[in-house]
C-alpha cells in the first residue's frame, strides 16, 4: 500500500544522514516524493520577531541559518517565531506538477516565501490558524502548489513558521500524481481505523445495555475520546467536524485528553472492582482523577499554554498501567490482556514523552509521528479481548466451582480407598519402568561414549588434513607469486593484506634466527608493532620494515610487494606510468620507488630467472642477506 512508502523513506534518511552542508534537492520527473531531513534543512530563530523577510533573504543573513541536527526539526520554544530555509533543483525539462506539504497538522500559523522567475517571491500563508476552506488542497495537512516556468531552474523557499504547540517540520516535496494516489490511500487507512473505534464501541455499548455493567459502558466513552483525540491530532476532525471554527480546533485536543483519561481510569476501576479488590488503589484512581481534572479546569481558566503539557497524561497512565499490573500479580488472570494493551499505550506514550523532552534522535518522521496511534489500535484489540476474558473467567470458575461442591458431596466416602489402591499399583509400575529405563540409558550411555571416541579420531585427522591443506595452498600461491608472470588478482591471493606481508617479510628476515643489532642478544619478545621484534636484553625495537627497501615507505605494503614483482619480472623495463596505472599510485611515487628497486638490481646483479627466492632477493638489505 502507498502509504508504507514514506514510512520506510523516512527510515532510510534517518540512518544514511552524513554531512553538513545544505544541500539542493534535485527535481526531475520520476521523483514522487522526497522528505526533508538533516542538512536539507536550514534554521534560523527569531525569539523576537525583529527580522522581515528582506532581512532573512540578505546574503548577510545566510551565515545565521543552521542545518538541522535531527531528521525532523521542532519547534521547542512555544509561541516563537522560527525561520526555515531548503533548496530545490529543478531539472531543465519538467512535466510533472510537484508540491510541498507540512506534515504535522497542528502548527498555528506558517508563511511561505516560493521563488520565482524575476527575483521576486510569492507569499503564501497557512496554518490551523486560519478557516479550513480557505485551503488551495481540502486535505488535513497543509500543501503548496509549486509552479515551475523555464527561466527558475531552482531557488531557495523560505518558511516562517509559529505554533503554541511543539510542532513537527516535517516538509515533503511530492509529485501531484503521487500525492493523489498518497492520499487516497492515507484517507483509506484512517477509514479503517476510526472504522475499528466504532465496531469496538458498538459492540460494548451492546454488552452494556444487555448486562447493565458500567466498565462497557465506561470503556465506549474511553473509545470515543480517544478517536476524537486522534482525529483533533492529525487534522481530520477540523477538516470534517469543525471547519470553521480554528480557535475550538486550538482546544479540541485539551478536552478529548481529559475525557480519555478520566474514562480509562473509571474504566480501570469498575472492570477490576478494585473497591473490593485493593480499596487503596480505588482511592488513588479517585484522587488522580480529582487532580487531573482541578488542572484541566486551572489551565482552561487562567493559562491556556499548560494544555500543551501533554506529559501530565503520564500521571493517570501510570496509575492505570500500575493497578492493572498489581491486580495480575496478585492472582486475577483476566487481568493479563489488560496489562498487555496499557503496556503498548504506555510505551507509546513513552516514546512520544522523550521525543518531546528533545531527544532528536526517536524523532525520525512519519513513524514516530503516528506511533502512539499505532499504540491505541494495539490497546483497543488487548482491551476487548481483557472484557470477553474477564466475562469468560467468571463464568468459568462458577461452574467449576458448583461442579467441585457437587463432586465432593458425592465421591468423599470411596475418595480415600481409590486413591490409596491407585497409589500403590502407580509406585510398582512406575518402579518397574524406571529400572527398565535406566537399563536402556546405561547401554545408550556406553554407545555414545564409543561414537565419540572414533568422531574424536575422525575429527583429529580431519583437522591435520586441513591444516596441510592450507599450508601447501599457502606455499604454492607464494612461490608462484615469487617468479610467476601472475596479474594484480593472483597476486594479492598469495599476499591479501598488510598483515600477510608483515608475515611473510618476518620469514624472510629471520629465516636464520634472530641477532640483535646492539647486542647480539638472540633472545627477543614481540616489540610495539606488528610482527616486530624487541630484545630481552637491552631492549631495542626493530621493526619488520627496518633494514629492507619498505622501510619508511607510505604506500601500502601489499602494492609495494606487486610493484617489485613487477619491475623484478620484466627486469626493470616497466615504465613508472605503467606501474601507477597498475597499482592506482601517483606516478611520481611509482618512479621514485621502481628507481629504488632497479638500484638494488644492478647493484646485486639480480635479473629475473627460475631461482625460487625470485623477487625477494631485493627485499633485504645486504648485510642480511
Same mark, same amino acid.
Do not use: C
Given at each position: 500500500m502507498n502509504y508504507i512508502k514514506p514510512i520506510l523513506l523516512s527510515i532510510l534518511i534517518f540512518l544514511s544522514f552524513s554531512g553538513k552542508a545544505q544541500e539542493p534537492v534535485q527535481l526531475v520527473d520520476h521523483l514522487d516524493q522526497h522528505i526533508f531531513s538533516y542538512n536539507e534543512i536550514e534554521i534560523l530563530m527569531d525569539p523576537n520577531e525583529e527580522y522581515s523577510f528582506d532581512d532573512i533573504r540578505n546574503d548577510a543573513f545566510q551565515s545565521k541559518f543552521q542545518p538541522s541536527v535531527s531528521s525532523t526539526p521542532q519547534t521547542l520554544e512555544l509561541n516563537t517565531t522560527y525561520w526555515f530555509k531548503i533548496r530545490i533543483k529543478r531539472a531543465s525539462e519538467l512535466e510533472n506538477n510537484f508540491i510541498?506539504?507540512?506534515?504535522?497538522?497542528?502548527?498555528?500559523?506558517?508563511?511561505?516565501?516560493?521563488?520565482?522567475?524575476?527575483?521576486?517571491?510569492?507569499?503564501?500563508?497557512?496554518?490551523?490558524?486560519?478557516?479550513?476552506?480557505?485551503?488551495?488542497?481540502?486535505?488535513?495537512?497543509?500543501?503548496?502548489?509549486?509552479?515551475?516556468?523555464?527561466?527558475?531552474s531552482d531557488g531557495i523557499y523560505y518558511f516562517k513558521i509559529k505554533s503554541s504547540q511543539i510542532a513537527d517540520i516535517i516538509i515533503v516535496l511530492r509529485s501531484?500524481?503521487?500525492? !493523489?494516489? @498518497?492520499? +487516497? &490511500?492515507?484517507? /483509506?487507512?484512517?477509514?479503517?481505523?476510526? =472504522?475499528?473505534?466504532?465496531?469496538?464501541?458498538?459492540?460494548?455499548?451492546?454488552?452494556?445495555?444487555?448486562?447493565?455493567?458500567?466498565?462497557?459502558?465506561?470503556? !465506549?466513552? @474511553?473509545? +470515543? &475520546?480517544?478517536? /476524537?483525540?486522534?482525529?483533533?491530532?492529525? =487534522?481530520?476532525?477540523?477538516?470534517?467536524?469543525?471547519?470553521?471554527?480554528?480557535?475550538?480546533?486550538?482546544?479540541?485536543?485539551?478536552?478529548?485528553?481529559?475525557?480519555?483519561?478520566?474514562?480509562?481510569?473509571?474504566?480501570?476501576r469498575a472492570l477490576f472492582n478494585l473497591k473490593d479488590r485493593a480499596p487503596w488503589i480505588d482511592k488513588l484512581i479517585l484522587y488522580t482523577i480529582a487532580i487531573r481534572v482541578a488542572f484541566f479546569l486551572y489551565s482552561l481558566l487562567f493559562d491556556r499554554s499548560l494544555f500543551n503539557y501533554k506529559f501530565i497524561e503520564f500521571i493517570p497512565l501510570s496509575v492505570a498501567f500500575f493497578a492493572g499490573l498489581y491486580i495480575y500479580f496478585s492472582g486475577y488472570r483476566a487481568a493479563r490482556f489488560f496489562v498487555v494493551g496499557y503496556g503498548f499505550v504506555f510505551i507509546g506514550f513513552i516514546f512520544k514523552l522523550f521525543i518531546m523532552l528533545g531527544i532528536a534522535s526517536l524523532n525520525f518522521g512519519i513513524v514516530s509521528y503516528y506511533s502512539l496511534t499505532f499504540c491505541f489500535i494495539f490497546e483497543m484489540i488487548f482491551f476487548s479481548l481483557a472484557i470477553g476474558d474477564n466475562l469468560r473467567i467468571l463464568k468459568r470458575e462458577q461452574a467449576k466451582m458448583q461442579k467441585q461442591v457437587l463432586k465432593q458431596m458425592t465421591e468423599n466416602v470411596a475418595l480415600k480407598d481409590i486413591l490409596n489402591r491407585e497409589l500403590k499399583s502407580e509406585v510398582r509400575q512406575r518402579n518397574q519402568e524406571l529400572e527398565e529405563a535406566n537399563i536402556l540409558l546405561q547401554q545408550q550411555s556406553e554407545e555414545i561414549s564409543r561414537m565419540n571416541e572414533l568422531l574424536q579420531i575422525d575429527n583429529q585427522e580431519l583437522k591435520h588434513d586441513k591444516q596441510e591443506l592450507i599450508t601447501n595452498v599457502k606455499k604454492i600461491s607464494r612461490d608462484r607469486a615469487l617468479s610467476a608472470d601472475v596479474d594484480f588478482e593472483e597476486f594479492s591471493a598469495a599476499y591479501p593484506d598488510s598483515d600477510t606481508c608483515y608475515e611473510f617479510l618476518a620469514e624472510l628476515k629471520w629465516k636464520d634466527g634472530y641477532h640483535c643489532r646492539k647486542c647480539a642478544n638472540e633472545h627477543y619478545f614481540n616489540g610495539s608493532t606488528p610482527y616486530s621484534r624487541r630484545c630481552t636484553k637491552c631492549g631495542y625495537d626493530e621493526s619488520v620494515t627496518s633494514y629492507t627497501i619498505f622501510h619508511n615507505m607510505r604506500i601500502p605494503i601489499n602494492k609495494s610487494f606487486y610493484m617489485i614483482f613487477l619491475v623484478y619480472t620484466t627486469k626493470g623495463k616497466i615504465s613508472s606510468h605503467k606501474l601507477s596505472e597498475i597499482v592506482a599510485i601517483r606516478q611520481s611515487t611509482c618512479w621514485s620507488f621502481s628507481k629504488r628497486v632497479k638500484k638494488v638490481m644492478e647493484e646485486r646483479k639480480v635479473l629475473k630467472s627460475t631461482d625460487k627466492h625470485g623477487w625477494s632477493q631485493l627485499v633485504l638489505e645486504k648485510d642480511i642477506l
Open positions: 510541498l506539504e507540512f506534515f504535522d497538522q497542528t502548527i498555528d500559523d506558517i508563511t511561505a516565501y516560493i521563488p520565482l522567475a524575476d527575483g521576486n517571491y510569492r507569499k503564501i500563508e497557512i496554518g490551523d490558524h486560519k478557516e479550513f476552506s480557505k485551503r488551495f488542497f481540502k486535505h488535513k495537512n497543509f500543501e503548496i502548489p509549486l509552479e515551475f516556468n523555464h527561466d527558475a501531484v500524481k503521487y500525492f !493523489v494516489s @498518497y492520499a +487516497l &490511500s492515507e484517507y /483509506l487507512s484512517f477509514g479503517i481505523f476510526y =472504522g475499528m473505534i466504532f465496531v469496538f464501541s458498538l459492540y460494548n455499548l451492546i454488552l452494556f445495555i444487555a448486562v447493565r455493567q458500567k466498565q462497557y459502558l465506561f470503556y !465506549v466513552l @474511553y473509545l +470515543l &475520546s480517544v478517536s /476524537l483525540y486522534e482525529m483533533s491530532s492529525d =487534522g481530520i476532525a477540523y477538516q470534517y467536524l469543525w471547519p470553521n471554527s480554528p480557535q475550538w480546533n486550538q482546544l479540541a485536543f485539551a478536552f478529548t485528553l481529559i475525557s480519555a483519561s478520566t474514562f480509562v481510569l473509571l474504566f480501570t
